[in-house]
């Protein structure tokens, strides 16, 4: 037989295992789509139930072993210490493509296009997710939801229509975040707010003012802004003062418009040093806080914390949440984690426990994250291919947090890192140590206290001791 024949076999016989599948599952067949309404009548998730906590010696795949929701620790409900939140644009719009292959996922309740049918097909699922889960936020950018249109006025009103749907489904269900997508479209292929295009400048704005307006009605919480493609790919054809004008004049244009339409949430900027630009203007967040107290922006603005993207830029989630803490920015975290193995932003669901009880340790110290959640930036493996799947991996993310907070908590409450850390710095307790910390000691002064002490004693700064402790705890 020739190739061609083959293949073609290959292709019929697998289209007759699809359809079976399909068919076996309760679902709406892409062959006879009109059958179904737009309601879609069943299940999205048949055989799903309600995830329960189940214990840690459950061995239940679909039951939660650490996250209890309404257990106490430290005072506050596990489910008010998380905020924990789906991210729209990974469970259901992730199709499992890669630069060097085609999608491996095929959710019953997809037909292949991007209608507006579809787009509310998804929300309804969206929503049976969220609440089987018992989760109480998801995340969204605004052409995740809807599609994009030939013209502003057309993907507004397409937004218009899911938005409205959303608003019907949502109950008690909240938006923890909204944004605009503003680096998909070859539009924005230099960027958005740092577009070298004024054009495009102004349709960035367009973009995210209606975003802002519909993330409000839905009662968001924050509002982020990730600047995917708002940075360079060479210094030489790029003038970086004035692109960074630019971003900071177009945030608070922001600002102001949050203000006019009586938007309350948070707006929160998203660091990441690169991918797909090779240098992101907002690197880290150290950066960022620099680039905000620079233009005046940082009493308008707080951080949202990406694991993976803290990995990225050559810190540990825990530096960057640290710094986003003491500068008092923690708004958010995106609770994901990358693979040392590989480069990029993989956008897996944490499971590194050690990791869970530094992000907790931060977060406890910051006395908790709210407004902010933690959103689940993560994606299955373009190779986990069942429906199941999406519960499995935010089942264990969520327990892995759980896990993390419990033992950051043994942590405080045994207090023997505290302490190790108190007795550091003990010298500076003294009468001397609190005139340089009051900045009343000059150099002068100083030297004059070197010529009185001599040689000082330099204590053992107890490392491992601290990473025994720690490691107790796990
Ligand atoms: C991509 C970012 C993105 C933001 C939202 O790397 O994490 O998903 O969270 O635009
Ligand atoms: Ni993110
Ligand atoms: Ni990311």
């Known amino acids: 037989m020739k190739a061609p024949k083959i293949l073609l076999l290959l ?17 709406c067949p892409a062959t006879n789509i009109d059958s179904c309404s737009d309601g879609w009548e069943g299940e999205f998730f048949p055989g799903i139930p309600q995830i329960k906590y189940e214990g840690p010696s459950s061995k239940n795949p679909l039951a939660f072993k650490y996250y209890n ?52 097909r998804r929300m309804r699922a969206n929503f049976e997710f969220i609440n089987k889960l018992g989760v109480d936020y998801w995340c969204f950018h605004d052409r995740d939801i809807a599609p994009d249109g030939k ?20 109950g008690n269900k909240k938006v923890l975040w909204g944004t605009a997508q503003l680096f998909m479209h070859p539009r924005y292929m230099h960027g958005g707010a740092t577009s070298s295009e004024l054009g495009v400048y102004a349709y960035a704005a367009a973009q995210v003012k209606k975003a802002m307006e519909v993330t409000h009605y839905l009662a968001g919480e924050n509002y982020v802004f990730w600047g995917g493609r708002e940075g360079y790919q060479s210094l030489l054809n790029t003038d970086m003062e004035r692109e960074l004008n630019h971003l900071a004049r177009f945030l608070e244009s922001a600002v102001a418009y949050k203000k006019k339409i009586g938007f309350n949430g948070t707006l929160l900027i998203e660091p990441k040093p690169q991918e797909p630009t090779k240098h992101q203007y907002d ?69 590194d426990i050690a990791e869970a009880t530094n992000i907790m340790l931060t977060v406890i110290r910051n006395g908790g994250i709210a407004p902010g959640g933690f959103n689940f930036d993560a994606k299955l493996r373009r190779e986990s291919t069942d429906v199941e799947d999406l519960f499995i991996g935010h089942i264990v993310g969520m327990d892995t947090m759980a896990r993390g907070l419990r033992n950051a908590a043994k942590l405080i409450e045994d207090g023997s890192l505290d302490e190790l850390v108190r007795k550091r710095y003990q010298s500076f307790d003294s009468e001397i140590g609190s005139l340089v910390e009051a900045g009343k000691a000059d150099f002068e002064f100083l030297e004059k206290k070197v010529k009185e002490w001599g040689e000082p004693k330099v204590a053992s700064a107890k490392q491992e001791l601290a990473e025994m402790i720690f490691q107790y705890a796990l």
């Open 69 to 120: 929701a309404e257990e106490e620790v430290l005072g506050k409900k596990m489910k008010d210490w998380f905020r924990f939140s789906v991210a729209f644009w990974h469970t259901f719009r992730g199709t499992g493509g890669d630069p060097f292959g085609a999608p491996t996922k095929s959710w019953p309740w997809e037909d292949g296009t991007n209608s507006l049918k579809i787009a509310k």
């Open 283 to 351: 690197w880290d967040a150290a950066t960022t806080a620099n680039f905000l107290r620079k233009y005046g922006l940082i009493d308008e603005f707080k951080l949202n914390i990406e694991c993976n993207h803290a990995t990225l830029s050559g810190h540990s989630c825990h530096h960057e949440l640290e710094t986003a803490r003491i500068n008092g920015l923690l708004g958010n975290i995106d609770a994901n984690t990358g693979d040392p193995q590989v480069g990029w932003d993989t956008d897996q669901f944490l499971i």
């Open 11 to 27: 292709l019929l016989s697998l289209q007759v295992i699809a359809y079976t599948v399909i068919a076996d599952s309760q679902t």
């Open 151 to 170: 013209t502003l006025e057309e993907a507004n009103a397409n937004l218009d229509e899911v938005v409205a749907l959303a608003k019907e489904l949502q």
